[in-house]
C-alpha cells in the first residue's frame, strides 16, 4: 500500500530544520544585538511607507522682553530627511552534489550556510556604519578622552534642547583607539555574535569596537540609544505567500526569509534569503561625530 498524501517524510524535515536553525541564528543575533543596546526600535514597513530620519530647527528668541510688550514667538521646526527607499535584498546560494560528495554535508552546506549567515549580517551592520559617519553634531579634539566626553555630552545636549529624555548613551570607536589609550591596562572586551564591545565605559552605556573597514582611527562616534531604529520588511508578508513565494521566518519579528529546496534539474542544494532590514537614528543631528586631531 502507499504511503498516504501528505506524509513528511525525513527530507522535508531535514529542510525545514535547516530553514528554522538559519532564521533562529539569525534573528538570535539581532536580539543579542537590541540587548547589548538596550532599546532598539523594531518598526515594521507599512505599504507605501517612506524611511525618513528627522532633525530639529529653531532660534530662541530674546527673553528680555519690556513691561506690556508683546513677547515674540520662538520658532522651531522639525524637518525630515529621506534616508533610503526600503528595498528588499535577495540572495542565494547552491552547493553542488559533487561538493556534498567529497566534503560531505557538515562541511559543504553548513559551513557555507554559516558564511552566508555572517555576511548577510555584516551587510546590515555596514550599512548602518556608513550611516553613522553622516551624523551632524561634529568637532575636533585633541584627545581621544575628550572626544569620548564631547561625543556623549554633545548628544546629550542636544536631547536636552529638544526636551527629550534618554536612558543612556552608545558609542562606536576603532578598537585601535582603544588598545592605544588604555595601552597594558586590564580590560575586559565582551564578544557575542560578532559585536565586541565595552560596557558602562568612560559614562557609555556601550561601546562598540570596530575594525578599520567599518570606522576610521581616531574617530568617535555616539547617539542615545533611543535614537536607534530597526526598521523591516516582513518576508512572511501575505501577499508573498500569493504569489508563491512562501520563507521559513522565526521570532515575532520577521527580519529574514530563508528557503531551501533541492534542485534534481543541476542536482544542487539551493538556498533563497530576503531581506528588507536598516539600522538608522531617527535624528541625524542627534550622532556626534567628533575626530581626534592631536596637533589641533
Known amino acids: 500500500m502507499p504511503a498516504k498524501a501528505n506524509l513528511i517524510k525525513t527530507a522535508d524535515v531535514q529542510v525545514t530544520a535547516r530553514e528554522l536553525d538559519f ?3 539569525f534573528e538570535r543575533n539581532w536580539q543579542h544585538l537590541r540587548d547589548i543596546l538596550g532599546i532598539m526600535r523594531p518598526i515594521k514597513k507599512q505599504p507605501g511607507a517612506v524611511l525618513k530620519s528627522k532633525y530639529a530647527e529653531g532660534t530662541l528668541e530674546d527673553g528680555a ?3 506690556g510688550e508683546d513677547i515674540p514667538y520662538s520658532k522651531f521646526t522639525v524637518k525630515e530627511k529621506k534616508y533610503q527607499e526600503m528595498t ?3 540572495y542565494a546560494k547552491a552547493v553542488s552534489i559533487e561538493a556534498i560528495k567529497d566534503h560531505g554535508y557538515d562541511n559543504a552546506v553548513q559551513m557555507t550556510d554559516d558564511e552566508f549567515l555572517y555576511q548577510l549580517q555584516a551587510g546590515v551592520t555596514k550599512k548602518f556604519y556608513d550611516y553613522l559617519k553622516t551624523g551632524t553634531l561634529t568637532s ?3 584627545t581621544f578622552q575628550m572626544a569620548l566626553a564631547m561625543a556623549k555630552g554633545k548628544v546629550e545636549n542636544k536631547f536636552k534642547q529638544m526636551h527629550r529624555n534618554i536612558t543612556g548613551v552608545v558609542g562606536f ?5 582603544v588598545y592605544k589609550y588604555l595601552g597594558a591596562a586590564n580590560i575586559t572586551i565582551q564578544n557575542q555574535f560578532g559585536f565586541q564591545y565595552l560596557k558602562d565605559f568612560m559614562g557609555f552605556n556601550t561601546i562598540f569596537l570596530l575594525s578599520d573597514s567599518e ?7 555616539a547617539t542615545p540609544v533611543e535614537n536607534i531604529v530597526m526598521y523591516y520588511i516582513d518576508p512572511n508578508d501575505s501577499d508573498f505567500a500569493k504569489a508563491g513565494l512562501v520563507y521559513t521566518t522565526s521570532g515575532e519579528t520577521n527580519l529574514i526569509g530563508f528557503h531551501t529546496q533541492g ?4 542536482a544542487v542544494s539551493e538556498a533563497f534569503a530576503i531581506t528588507g532590514l536598516v539600522l538608522f537614528a531617527e535624528y541625524l543631528d542627534g550622532i ?3 575626530t581626534v586631531n592631536a596637533g589641533g
Do not use: S
Open 65 to 67: 522682553v519690556g513691561e
Open 215 to 221: 570606522i576610521p582611527a581616531d574617530t568617535v562616534i
Open 88 to 90: 528588499i535584498e535577495k
Open 288 to 290: 556626534a561625530k567628533i
Open 173 to 177: 570607536v576603532n578598537i585601535l583607539d
Open 140 to 142: 575636533e579634539e585633541t
Open 263 to 266: 534542485n534534481y534539474n543541476t
Open 23 to 25: 532564521v533562529t541564528r
